[in-house]
């Protein structure tokens, strides 16, 4: 059993949730609106403000949708109310980051500043010059733009230099030895 997919959802008085047909999923929220297309296999029912969610059957592929469509609702609802958020850490001498209108301009040690648009329903913040915060309501989009910012200048293990998350631990190598 899926303990996860048997969990019910609660859904805030300030949230609007709508289900069509083939399990299209409309979330409406303060931050507002999402939208996804769930898996048809699965059974997803509204009642008095709870969504629960059930498969049909226990074959491989409904155990495995079961507590992913929980799941991408559950994350539906957060993001339409509270948002999510990553932090970056960019460490190394002279590289910092800066915001110019909807443009995070970043210096990592290339002969050019690397310039990146925000995409929509994504918004950019630079907290001094070091920290970049990714803000958006759909959760797989704010780690997807996060992590194409890390790309840029991945964290090497020598020296910890280049842009890595704020929780991130990086295994440091110890660098040559002299004789």
Do not use: C
Request: glycine content about 10%; proline content about 5%; aromatic content about 4%.
């Amino acid at each position: 059993m899926s303990r996860i997919g048997l969990k019910p959802i609660n859904v805030p008085s300030n949230v609007e949730v709508k289900l069509d047909a083939n399990n299209f999923v409309t979330v409406k929220g303060p931050k507002g609106t999402l939208e996804q297309q769930l898996p048809k296999l699965m059974i997803i029912e509204l009642n008095e403000g709870v969504i629960t969610v059930a498969r049909p059957n226990d074959e491989k592929q409904s155990r495995s949708l079961h507590g992913l469509t929980r799941t991408l609702i559950s994350n539906m609802i957060i993001g339409v109310t509270d948002g999510y958020e990553k932090v970056l850490e960019i460490v190394g001498v002279g590289y910092r980051a800066q915001k110019k209108g909807k443009k995070l301009v970043m210096n990592l040690g290339f002969s050019h500043p690397v310039e990146m648009e925000d995409p929509n329903g994504i918004e950019t913040a630079v907290d001094g010059t070091n920290k970049v915060i990714v803000k958006g309501i759909d959760k797989q989009q704010v780690g997807n733009y996060a992590a194409v910012i890390r790309d840029w200048r991945k964290p090497e293990p020598y020296k910890g230099k280049g842009i890595k998350y704020a929780n991130e631990v990086i295994r440091r190598k110890a660098g040559k030895t002299g004789k």
